[in-house]
């Protein structure tokens, strides 16, 4: 799906339901970040990761992401960093909205450890940790 606007490119993607077009989330990169990498290619800027359930934020993150970000490409998103993604179903190779994702909170101890979820066709996966 292309940015909202051209100014958006590489820096903002929405990602949508592959069956009802709903959003499944936002992956957005802050407006400010300069896009320079330290010496391993990490950014050091803010990533917001939006799902109607959630959000994260990271600090620290592969530069990849804005190529990811660019392309909008989810499967990208998910292969650096499973939680730069969470609608995304690597098996299925498609996007879900939260109606079609069944999500669990797994704890250890009596603390939450993990979300995972299971898409429309069976597939299990850790959605954010």
């Known amino acids: 799906m292309p ?3 051209p100014s958006d490119a ?13 959003l499944a989330g936002t992956v957005t990169l802050d407006a400010d970040a300069d896009g320079d990498a330290d010496a391993d290619g990490d ?24 190529d990811a970000l660019r392309r909008a490409d989810p499967d990208l998103l998910h292969a650096l960093h499973p939680e730069f993604a969470p609608f995304w179903c690597p098996t ?16 250890d101890e009596g603390f939450h450890d993990e979300t995972r979820g299971i898409c429309p066709w069976g597939h299990e996966r850790m959605l954010l940790d």
Do not use: I, K, M, N
């Open 3 to 5: 940015p909202d606007h």
């Open 92 to 107: 299925c190779a498609a996007s879900y909205c939260d109606e079609h994702w069944d999500r669990y909170d797994v704890e």
């Open 43 to 66: 950014l050091r800027a803010r990533l917001d990761v939006v799902v109607p359930w959630a959000r994260v934020t990271f600090f620290e993150f592969p530069g990849a992401v804005v």
């Open 10 to 22: 590489g820096r903002r993607a929405e990602f949508r339901c592959v069956l009802d077009g709903r």
